[in-house]
């Protein structure tokens, strides 16, 4: 039997946040203590499913580091019904669909993306996974090899490393002090012995008390909830709730801390102020709480901070990782190292002040269909038995209830200790006296003036068609929206010209600083403000209120800048290699010239005729664009090879291949390559070749050209080995694995259609016509650009097996532009670099990429 949430649950309130108007949604709880959720979104292509567990990192037992971690790569080894390894994985690749988990703290989610009419198997797999794991002692055996590789892999992201300090605040007989990440040294025993704990832990934890299931997609929504009740009738049960958690902190204190490898002198620094909160006091002020993050964010704390320091960014955050329920602000500041007593002077103490005014409320949660399933599910399994506490939270927030958390270099004094399982380095912080009156709250700068301005005019009866409004060497400007199904009554402004490309990473962070207290206060006035920056020249994107859209639009203008002042040289990436690597695809020189002049469009509530006055003020503020000789200079050819920075003990390698056009069909049949190649490419990079952990082949764009990346990464084998490997892989199975039959590439298709068809909101499709308006070139109008993706859509359907077979040949055979990137750890041997066998006469010399 379905049990209803009651009409005044707290997350039956907060339920329809972060959805489209117009669409349905519902909690249930069934009789076997599973708690469900729903939610209907017509324009939704793809199907969510959500499954999380109340089980994390911290309920592991003490001599088995990584148990939580390692049942969460088990779940995907083989089932009950589907007990080959791998089978998983591939009906996912078949339904052109993705999935991916996460293990925290106190949850662990698996998450799924599937066409609509794959509802019913994905949940019946979705369950058979959570529910009956074949946890095969042999297979967990080469599981661990790969959590061991992941563990390395990790030392070089600075985020394992904060976890690491973060636990210096925590009691010593607390599990949240000790690394969770598991490797060989913590999750040691024999094969079968570790099977056998795996399992008495999956039978623990995994039982439907504990458990939530989350379904979005367009499917009805009484049909959304029949499928979940019936699937998740089916898990184990007798679990019960889990007990409260114990209170992991010391007493309040600061401290530093930085990875191994110490930033750079002028690479700037992070500094993290954490008020912890009892779980029971954070449930029973989680509406307060979310006003006051939303005050702390509104940007004047920014512009506040920016008059005295060079602060990047300002995060406020109710969930921050490793902490428990807490509030946090995270500020990223550039070199100098910053004044620390004026700016805890002035953070400590801003919620206590921020209390003590009338909280606004929240501006409207932005729409993201990824993550509402996952937010909801997560929160609905972690949902305790145990009443809230209604304990007032000003004492909670007071300055000397504030941990400091502060990233930086060690200096030269005795009081640093390293951790020895992670290498971190970490000392105590002698946070420095308040001066009088140095905390107080006034003279905060005045709010930012997105003024309202008059109405705008109404729209003349003969009002404009979609279409060019004006086009002239110094503007190409558009008009019109898509025929969205559900008015927004907001306006869209996108602008973009042309920039030098070589400091466009160094150019874009600039704008982020300048524009941080404007994009809050847009924010929090329910406006967005986007900047960015790529091959193709730098663009904005505004959305939001039409009377208050244009000041906005003219700030963010004025803030930007081509003066190279504030310049600092790039510290490494740091993180996953394969991530930085894929970020290339995305970053790369694009082919063909860049727009030179200015380029706008807008559309929705606004006048044609002021839309042309309003773009010629935008370009009388924008400096003159960089010229196209400039721009192209900076371009690299596409064969060829380059180095990353070294940013790590391991090796990783990744072939870059180019679309031979960027028309729709160069666009879908390199898609369509990726979903064929990338499960048998990660299974034999690591089941075959033994490389590590990560292993993929990815689909993206720069500048609307199309690129797929094959990447390794490795802690043990060389680049040589990896580049062969990917070699020998695309002689041998490139054009094979391009064949499916007719049943596979119509599935195939279906899973395209799930991920790149229709637009599932009106800022997705806003999103797509702007960047087909930026890759135009030419007098003529684009034909189908208010609609882009029915052109697009046609010309998927056209695609047959021969398309991919022939462009799966001239991949293995090497005739589509391609280029190479490595990365070596900071000391390689130099046989190694020298061993590999390079297409041209002399190897590469080692870059470093901006």
Request: net charge negative; hydrophobic share 40%; charged share 25%.
């Amino acid at each position: 039997m379905n049990e209803a949430v009651s009409a005044d649950d707290p997350e039956e309130a907060l339920l329809e946040a972060g959805l489209p108007p117009g669409s349905r949604c519902a909690i249930r709880r069934l009789s076997n203590g599973l708690r469900i959720v729903a939610a209907e979104v017509t324009e939704a292509r793809q199907l969510r499913l959500v499954g999380a567990v109340s089980v994390g990192y911290l309920d592991e037992p003490a001599d088995c580091r990584g148990l939580a971690h390692l049942l969460e790569h088990g779940l995907f080894l083989g089932s009950a019904r589907a007990p080959a390894e791998g089978e998983f994985a591939a009906w996912i690749g078949e339904q052109g669909g993705r999935y991916n988990a996460h293990t925290d703290e106190s949850v662990t989610d698996v998450h799924l993306h599937l066409p609509p009419e794959a509802a019913d198997e994905g949940l019946q797999r979705l369950i058979d996974l959570l529910g009956q794991p074949r946890l095969d002692a042999e297979r967990l055996a080469r599981e661990v090899a790969v959590l061991d590789a992941e563990f390395r892999a990790r030392l070089a992201d600075p985020a394992l490393h904060r976890l690491a300090a973060l636990g210096r605040f925590f009691r010593p007989d607390h599990p949240a002090r000790l690394c969770h990440a598991g490797h060989r040294g913590t999750l040691g025993g024999t094969p079968r012995a570790l099977a056998a704990r795996l399992a008495a832990f999956h039978r623990r934890h995994y039982r439907s008390e504990r458990m939530a299931l989350a379904m979005l997609g367009p499917l009805p929504l009484e049909e959304q909830l029949a499928l979940l009740a019936r699937h998740g009738a089916r898990l184990p049960s007798g679990g019960g709730a889990q007990p409260p958690r114990v209170w992991r902190w010391r007493d309040p204190a600061a401290l530093a801390w930085c990875p191994p490898t110490p930033p750079p002198p002028d690479g700037g620094t992070l500094l993290e102020l954490i008020w912890p909160l009892p779980d029971a006091v954070a449930r029973a002020g989680q509406r307060q709480l979310t006003a006051l993050a939303a005050r702390l964010a509104d940007g004047q704390l920014a512009a506040r901070l920016q008059a005295t320091t060079k602060l990047q960014d300002l995060a406020v955050d109710l969930a921050p990782e490793g902490t428990g329920a807490a509030l946090a602000m995270r500020l990223s500041l550039e070199a100098p190292v910053p004044d620390l007593a004026a700016l805890l002077a002035v953070c400590r103490q801003a919620p206590g002040h921020a209390l003590e005014e009338r909280l606004p409320p929240p501006a409207p949660t932005p729409i993201d269909l990824d993550a509402w399933p996952r937010r909801r599910a997560c929160r609905l399994a972690t949902d305790p038995a145990s009443p809230a506490d209604a304990t007032p939270l000003a004492p909670w927030l007071a300055g000397d209830r504030c941990r400091v958390l502060w990233r930086c270099a060690p200096d030269a004094s005795d009081s640093w200790s390293t951790l020895d399982e992670t290498g971190t380095h970490w000392g105590p912080l002698a946070l420095p006296v308040e001066s009088p009156g140095s905390s107080s709250p006034g003279h905060l700068p005045p709010p930012l003036p997105l003024s309202p301005g008059p109405a705008p005019e109404p729209p003349p009866a003969g009002r404009a068609s979609p279409g060019c409004l004006r086009r002239d060497t110094r503007l190409t400007l558009w008009w019109g929206g898509p025929a969205w199904p559900l008015p927004t009554g907001d306006a869209t402004w996108c602008l973009g010209w042309a920039a030098d490309p070589s400091g466009h990473e160094e150019r874009l962070r600039r704008w982020h600083r300048r524009t941080l207290a404007l994009r809050q206060a847009a924010a929090a006035q329910g406006l967005s403000l986007d900047l960015a920056s790529d091959a193709d020249g730098d663009w904005l994107m505004a959305r939001g209120n039409p009377r208050r859209i244009v000041s906005l639009v003219a700030q963010a203008l004025a803030a930007w800048s081509t003066e190279p002042g504030d310049h600092h040289e790039d510290a490494p990436a740091q993180g996953l290699l394969a991530r930085a690597l894929l970020q290339q695809l995305e970053t790369g020189p694009a082919v063909g010239e860049p727009a030179p002049h200015l380029l706008g469009w807008a559309s929705g509530e606004l006048c044609p005729r002021e839309v042309v006055q309003d773009a010629e003020r935008f370009a009388d503020l924008l400096a003159a664009p960089a010229g196209t000789t400039q721009a192209a200079a900076a371009r690299v050819e596409a064969d060829g090879e380059s180095w990353l920075p070294p940013q790590g003990e391991e090796r990783a390698v990744m072939l870059e291949v180019r679309g031979a056009d960027a028309s729709p069909r160069s666009r879908w049949v390199l898609k369509l390559l990726a979903a064929c190649h990338d499960a048998a490419f990660h299974h034999e990079m690591r089941q075959r070749h033994g490389f590590g952990y990560v292993a993929a082949v990815r689909y993206r764009e720069a500048a609307g050209w199309p690129r797929l990346g094959y990447v390794v990464q490795s802690p043990w084998a060389s680049v040589t080995e990896l580049r062969r490997a990917i070699e020998d892989f695309l002689v041998r199975r490139s054009e094979t694995l391009a064949r499916p039959d007719a049943t596979e590439l119509a599935r195939l298709k279906r899973g395209m259609l799930a991920r790149y068809g229709v637009p599932e909101t009106h800022r997705e499709a806003i999103e797509r016509i702007w960047q087909v308006l930026r890759r135009h070139r030419g007098p003529d109008e684009p034909e189908g650009w208010l609609a882009p993706w029915e052109a697009e859509l046609t010309v998927l359907a056209g695609l047959g097996v021969d398309d991919l077979a022939l462009q799966a040949r001239a991949l293995a055979d090497a005739a589509l532009p391609r280029h190479w990137w490595y990365h070596t750890p900071p000391s390689p041997p130099l046989p190694d670099r020298n061993a590999l066998v390079f297409p041209r006469d002399n190897p590469p010399s080692r870059r470093h990429l901006d």
